[in-house]
């Protein structure tokens, strides 16, 4: 029982965390990028770099809320469920970052911090997410045992 609210509560947390990340995503994004631009109708650097430190403390504490949650599916045996969350986690990393061409790059550029955190960061962990136990393929495979056909297509 306590995993199940685990798992309810870390869905709930997530998805918050998620949308308040869309929006800051969606406000960097709408940001002007030429120096007029700027001047004219973009937001002030402070209020720019609030921005960024709050991308970057959501997605590190959507990064522990999904591995949590995860983790929570496994120990109750739902290996199916781990694998659909961890999915969904990297949709969303994928919709909210790396589907716009250059924003990844942008993100770096405009980021206060002194390192290329966010060229870094999503990689590294797109790269977790699939090489996490209930992704792997060989996992895939264990379950479709049952089905010889499918191993051969």
Partial sequence: MALMQLVSDAENSRNLLMQSQSANAAFIKNQPESTWGKILSGATPEKINARMNELRESLCAINMVSLAEAIAYQEMGETEAAKVSLEYYAKFIQRTY?????????????????????TQKLPEIENRIFALPSNSPTLCLEEQKDEPETLQK
Wanted: no cysteine.
């Fill in 98 to 118: 790396l589907e716009t061409k250059e924003f990844v790059e942008r993100l770096d550029m405009i980021d206060p911090s002194p390192e290329n955190y966010w």
